[in-house]
């Protein structure tokens, strides 16, 4: 069974930091993208960033400059640092990766969301 675990959301005020972690275990073969999305109250979910196996990244444009997205490939983890939060970041986030299960199947999986609220 795969399982992917975000940690690292919490409340913080508004130009302060946060790193979000999400990593996948059980049974695969390795990683192919892995995907931060996010979605606030009342509002579609989002893409924030990704990033391929081979580390090739891409960001909203509303997070560009400000976040900034890597992987450990040993690890099986994928990071969100975010700097300079606004308020309108406030959303819960989630991750989303792309698993070999085996060598001809590959799989998307979700994990279960970390909250990030930005607040004076």
């Known amino acids: 069974q795969v399982q992917l675990v975000e940690s690292g959301g919490g409340l913080v005020q508004p130009g302060g930091s946060l790193r979000l972690s999400c990593t996948a275990s059980?049974?695969?073969?390795?990683?192919?993208?892995m995907t931060w999305y996010r979605q606030a109250p009342g509002q579609q979910r989002e893409l924030v960033a990704d990033?391929?196996?081979?580390?090739?990244?891409r960001y909203a444009d509303s997070v560009k400059g400000r976040f900034t997205i890597s992987r450990d490939n040993g690890k099986n983890t994928v990071y969100l640092q975010m700097n300079s939060l606004k308020p309108e970041d406030t959303a819960n986030y989630s991750c989303?990766?792309?698993?070999?299960?085996?060598?001809?199947?590959?799989?998307?999986?979700w994990g279960q969301g970390t909250q990030v609220t930005v607040s004076s």
């Open positions: 990033i391929t196996g081979a580390g090739i990244t």
């Open positions: 989303n990766a792309e698993l070999l299960i085996t060598l001809w199947q590959r799989r998307n999986y």
């Open positions: 059980g049974s695969f073969l390795s990683t192919y993208a």
